[in-house]
C-alpha cells in the first residue's frame, strides 16, 4: 500500500521546441485522453494540464463536458470516470500553492525528461519515497521538446531519463507517462 499522495501534471509552459527556444505549446486532445486514462488506471490522485492561455482552457472544458455531461459521458463511462481526475491550471506555482494548501504539506516536485541531468533519481528510488513515506508528491511531465532548465532545476527530483541509454529515446508524453506510471505506482510483477 502507498503511503504517498501522488499528483501528475502536463506542462505546456514554459518548453522548448527543436531548436531551444522557449515556447507554449497547444493542448492536444490525444494528450487528455490518454494521460486521463492512465492516471485513472494508477490511481493518481488528480491529473493537471497547465496552460497559461484562457482559449486553451476553454478547449479543455469543451473536450472535458462532452465526456462528463453530453453524449461521450452516456456512450463511455469510463472516459467520464478517467476525466473525474482532469483540472486545470494557469501555472505550476498555482498547482503547488494550492495542493500544499489542500494537503497541509510539502508538495515535492518531480521533473522528467529524456536528458540526463546531475543528481537524478532512479524510478526505483522515487517508487521506494512513494511507498515508505507519507509525503506528496507532483510529477510534472513536458511537452514539446521538454521543459525549460530552470524548471527542470527547481523541482526537488528530476528522474532519470526512461530508456536513457538507448541511440533513440523520443517518446511521446503519453507514452512515458504510462510507463513512468506503471513503474512507479504499477504492480511488481517481475519480482513475484
Known sequence: MRKSR????LLHYPMY?????VITTSITNLDLHDIARAARTYEVDNFFIIHPSASQHRLVQEIVSYWQDGYGGQY????????????TAQSL???????EQAE?????TVATD?????????????RDYIFAEDRVFLLLFGTGWGMQREVM?????????L??????????????????????LGELWFEA
Open 114 to 126: 529524456a536528458r540526463v541531468y546531475p543528481n537524478s533519481v532512479s524510478c526505483k528510488e522515487l
Open 6 to 9: 501522488v499528483y501528475i501534471a
Open 104 to 108: 497541509g504539506q510539502k508538495v515535492y
Open 153 to 161: 532545476e527547481a523541482c526537488d527530483y528530476i528522474m532519470e531519463p
Open 163 to 184: 530508456e536513457a541509454g538507448r541511440n533513440y529515446n523520443h517518446l511521446s508524453v503519453r507514452s512515458a507517462v504510462s510507463i513512468i506510471l506503471d513503474r512507479l
Open 76 to 87: 463511455n463511462p469510463d472516459r467520464q470516470e478517467a476525466f473525474s481526475i482532469l483540472k
Open 17 to 21: 521546441n527543436k531548436r531551444m527556444d
Open 93 to 99: 506555482e498555482d498547482v503547488k500553492k494550492d495542493l
